[in-house]
């Protein structure tokens, strides 16, 4: 198994442009999530989802969008990049709604909005 | 005041010392807590669940007190290979065991 993977490892955008970053996950997990980790600062979650065709907010959606259309993909969309969202950005996927499971983290996306 | 809170560090010890880490949290409803362990521009990985009798695994050993609202890490016989950052989580109790983070707490283990 791949785990969860993330595409790009790197991305520099404008201020302004738009982007998607990708996670998929290979161990037929329900559960994705996609979280932001800022310099010095723990991580922070953007959105959620708990199954295919559900997502909710997390704590900092503002500016992001997502859509679960498989159990597998969870891909987490920028509207319009502000320097704002330079972060790096962790998916994360656990197996399903028992207390106490933990989540797997996907090896990140550095963004760099100018 | 912060969902989850820790001392960022750093906390500098040499080879073979004892280091704890606590960590505290405010919602009196989280269910789950754990530590994981966070290496320089890496992804967080689960070093251990944290129960409320306590659990040990090698030389580490969490604890949980839900009357204070902290959980504790305890590396003993600290090696090298222990430098990393410390991220304590919470289950958010309204986001599908979504997690809360504290800030870290980076140790640096030195020869």
């Known amino acids: 198994n791949a785990g969860v993977t993330q595409t790009p490892k790197f991305q520099v955008l404008k201020t302004g442009q738009s982007m998607t970053l990708q996670c998929a996950q290979d161990?037929?997990?329900?559960?994705m999530s996609w979280y932001r980790q800022d310099p010095g600062m723990g991580l922070r979650l953007i959105h959620y989802?708990?199954?295919?065709?559900?997502?909710d907010q997390g704590e900092v959606p503002n500016g992001y969008n997502v859509s679960r259309s498989t159990t597998e993909d969870f891909p987490l969309r920028l509207l319009s990049a502000a320097p704002s969202q330079t972060s790096v950005y962790f998916c994360?996927?656990?197996?399903?709604?028992?207390?106490?499971?933990?989540?797997?983290f996907g090896p990140g996306t550095r963004l760099l909005v100018l | 005041r912060k969902e989850v809170e820790q001392d960022p560090g750093p906390f500098n010890v040499p080879e073979g010392a004892t280091v704890a880490f606590n960590c505290t949290y405010s919602?009196?409803?989280?269910?789950?807590f754990f530590w994981y362990r966070q290496d320089c521009r890496k992804e967080p990985k689960l070093l251990m669940s944290?129960?409320?009798s306590g659990n040990e695994d090698g030389r580490f050993t969490a604890q949980l007190n839900r009357a204070s609202q902290y959980i504790s890490l305890l590396i003993r016989d600290s090696k090298l290979s222990d430098s990393a950052t410390y991220l304590c989580?919470?289950?958010?109790?309204?986001?599908?065991?979504?997690?809360?983070f504290g800030g870290g707490t980076r140790l640096m283990v030195k020869p």
């Open positions: 994360a996927s656990s197996p399903g709604s028992v207390v106490g499971e933990t989540q797997y």
């Open positions: 161990m037929n997990h329900e559960y």
């Open positions: 989802s708990v199954g295919a065709g559900i997502t």
């Open positions: 919602n009196s409803a989280s269910q789950s």
């Open positions: 944290v129960y409320s």
């Open positions: 989580a919470v289950t958010r109790f309204n986001a599908g065991n979504m997690l809360t």
